[in-house]
């Protein structure tokens, strides 16, 4: 990393990425300049910048510091369409992104992980397994943990890379050595001109795998069948609707494994975690260490003891013969209907919230049959309503509180209450995590109906 001694790096985006960015150059002795459309006030985790020296450009982005950069890093989820960006890229600055930084830097295979819904459960679910055989693996990307992290660790075996379209967006010579797509279905289109475009940015993952690398691939879904036409990389697929000669299949209540003459069976009901898309997740996760020789019985051993993420069909309690399910990391549309999938009737949904674009209309089959309430909150209920309200009986919420109010006197015992959003949380709150715990407080604190 002495090539970037001395260097002016503009870092873009002061959350956890552009920070750990910006000690990782300091200890390089480049020129930093950390650089947030934000105020100062509103940024956290500065105080992990204290005794460096670097740069402020707080509360815009100063196109002169970006077009006198020698180089430019775009945190995940910044897109490269800011002015001060497009001016530096039209002055010829190298304009990257903090997954092509840290994965340059870092000699370790990398198994990289995307699709609409299903990448974070997969993703640590991976991670599990492979410390479980005994791989000295790190696990972050989108996830949380920002891949700059992982330059530091020392004898690392593989990179399990969860990757955001917006991750995707900057990548250049990126290079896994396995890479997943698990499903496409209509998201963030209030960044995307279409669907086209959401796709390209995901297929961005494939562009520089060869024939000796592996693609792991949803054969039930056809967008990514499609995508499968393109790719040089070997495929390797998944499916839980057909028959397999080669890969991951679904045969009655088994997983079936085939691959190079082995067979292997997996009990489905020894899972700890639910539903046909789960099953997808387990399937996809299991495949790049059987590839690479780790045990099937330790494999299925590990995926058995994965009880799921926080946030993402969560159940937070059972009050009044009614069960309480937090699945606020449910941000997109094709979440909800897999979350509402694996429910069974009556469910009242609890959702809404900055609206992305996308059509509702999609949820009008899965809401007809399991969902008699419908609770709307945020930016997006107006459109909702109009989209599902001949669906289901609809009823607006002033705030969280109020929908888990609602929530509690519509609901009849046997039934289901789901926080399912199928939008980003930013109209109200700071992050899905936060309107996960709002959720999760408000519904803590219910009182039984005998004691109301």
Request: hydrophobic share 45%; glycine share 8%.
């Amino acid at each position: 990393m002495k090539r970037y001694q001395n260097k002016k790096i503009v870092v873009v985006g002061a959350g956890i990425s552009g920070l750990a960015l910006c000690r990782l150059l300091a200890e390089r002795a480049a020129c930093i300049t950390l650089s947030d459309r934000q105020p100062i006030e509103k940024i956290e985790g500065l105080d992990q910048l204290k005794g460096l020296s670097i740069r402020f450009d707080f509360g815009g982005h100063t196109t002169g510091l970006f077009t006198a950069a020698d180089l430019v890093i775009l945190s995940p989820g910044v897109p490269s369409t800011i002015p001060a960006v497009q001016a530096a890229a039209k002055q010829g600055v190298a304009i990257i992104g903090e997954i092509e930084f840290a994965a340059s830097e870092i000699a370790a295979p990398i198994i990289g992980i995307t699709g609409t819904n299903g990448k974070s459960t997969t993703t640590a679910l991976l991670g599990d397994i492979l410390e479980a055989c005994g791989k000295n693996s790190f696990v972050g990307g989108n996830l949380g943990e920002p891949l700059t992290n992982a330059i530091m660790v020392r004898d690392l075996e593989w990179l399990v890379v969860e990757l955001s379209s917006f991750q995707l967006e900057t990548i250049d010579q990126f290079h896994p050595r396995y890479a997943m797509l698990l499903n496409i279905s209509a998201d963030h289109l209030d960044r995307y001109a279409g669907m086209s475009d959401y796709i390209s940015a995901k297929v961005r993952l494939f562009e520089n795998m060869t024939k000796d690398d592996m693609s792991i691939l949803n054969a039930d879904d056809p967008a990514v069948v499609k995508v499968a036409e393109q790719l040089l990389s070997y495929p390797i697929w998944f499916s839980t609707r057909q028959h397999l000669p080669e890969g991951m299949s679904l045969k009655s209540d088994e997983i079936i494994w085939r691959w190079q003459g082995t067979i292997e069976s997996f009990p489905v009901g020894q899972l700890q975690i639910k539903g046909l898309h789960n099953i997808e997740n387990v399937m996809a996760a299991m495949i790049p260490a059987l590839c690479e020789g780790c045990r099937a019985e330790q494999v299925w051993k590990s995926a058995c003891s994965f009880k799921g993420l926080p946030h993402r069909m969560e159940l937070i309690r059972t009050l009044d013969g009614v069960e309480w399910v937090n699945d606020s990391k449910g941000t997109n549309i094709g979440s909800v209907v897999m979350s509402l999938a694996g429910l069974t009737a009556p469910v009242t949904l609890i959702a809404g919230g900055k609206d992305k674009g996308g059509d509702f209309r999609i949820l009008s089959a899965a809401v007809r049959a399991k969902v008699p309430v419908l609770i709307l909150i945020g930016e997006a209920a107006e459109r909702m309503e109009q989209a599902l309200s001949d669906c289901s009986e609809t009823v607006r919420a002033e705030n969280m509180e109020h929908a888990v109010s609602l929530a509690q006197k519509l609901t009849p015992a046997g039934g289901t209450v789901l926080l399912s959003p199928g939008c980003s949380s930013f109209d109200m709150f700071g992050s899905y995590i936060e309107r996960s715990e709002t959720f999760a407080r408000f519904v803590s604190a219910l009182k039984k109906k005998e004691e109301i």
